[in-house]
């Protein structure tokens, strides 16, 4: 088999859904609560459309509500490991604001909005993103134990490094509808519906 030449670029891109999903999701949306309940929406449609696990995020102006990005995790359908709901939302802000750094000079204040801790991938790409908040629905054991994911070791004190950057973490946003979309999952996982992906060993 002839190996194949030098790959010089490759594509983290939302599924074709995604646009039919946000056709009645206005420009603000207004409270976080709000805002948790969309990526949650996203995060379960995105594994039953097969792009990846039950995983979303979103990116928005901390002041107004102001949707900038969303991110679905895209694994499966990129073949891209690094492909989570967070790097693909903050890659997708950052192309829209036009800038590597969205807490830099100039630019309004952003959160992000994840359904569930990030992952130790995840964990760096958010703190170096520019973000001021990061919002989440939960932090605790029920994801890897519902989902199996292995989401990386993670350091003890991974919220208190946020907050010692300046980036606020709010916690416990719709925990008990992010962990409804894990246990759909597990379900399907459990049926053989689905493919988990994991690092080996």
């Not at 946000?22 to 097969?50: K, Q, S």
């Not at 604001?97 to 100039?106: E, H, I, K, R």
């Not at 300046?166 to 916690?171: C, L, P, Y």
Request: glycine share 10%; with cysteine; net charge negative.
């Amino acid at each position: 088999m002839e190996f194949p030449p030098l790959a010089a670029s490759y594509t983290i891109a939302l599924p074709s859904w995604i646009e039919d999903e946000l056709a009645d999701v206005p420009d603000v949306v207004p409270t976080l609560e709000e805002r948790m309940a969309l990526v949650n929406r996203l995060a379960d449609r995105n594994w039953r459309e097969g792009n990846g696990g039950p995983f979303a995020a979103l990116v928005a102006e901390a002041d107004t509500g102001r949707i900038v990005s969303v991110g679905v995790n895209v694994v499966l359908s990129t073949g891209v490991t690094s492909g989570h709901a967070e790097v693909t939302a903050l890659g997708l802000a950052q192309a829209r604001v036009g800038a590597w750094d969205l807490g830099g000079a100039g630019q309004p204040r952003h959160e992000l909005v994840v359904n569930w801790r990030p992952c130790v991938q995840c964990y760096g790409a958010a703190m170096w993103s520019g973000i001021t908040t990061l919002a989440i629905a939960g932090s605790g054991p029920e994801c890897e134990e519902i989902t199996t994911f292995d989401e990386g070791p993670m350091i003890e004190d991974w919220a208190a490094a946020f907050e010692a950057r300046g980036i606020a973490v709010i916690d416990g946003v719709a925990k008990d509808e992010a962990i409804a979309v894990f246990r759909e999952y597990r379900a399907a996982a459990d049926a053989g519906a689905i493919t988990v992906y994991n690092a080996r060993g």
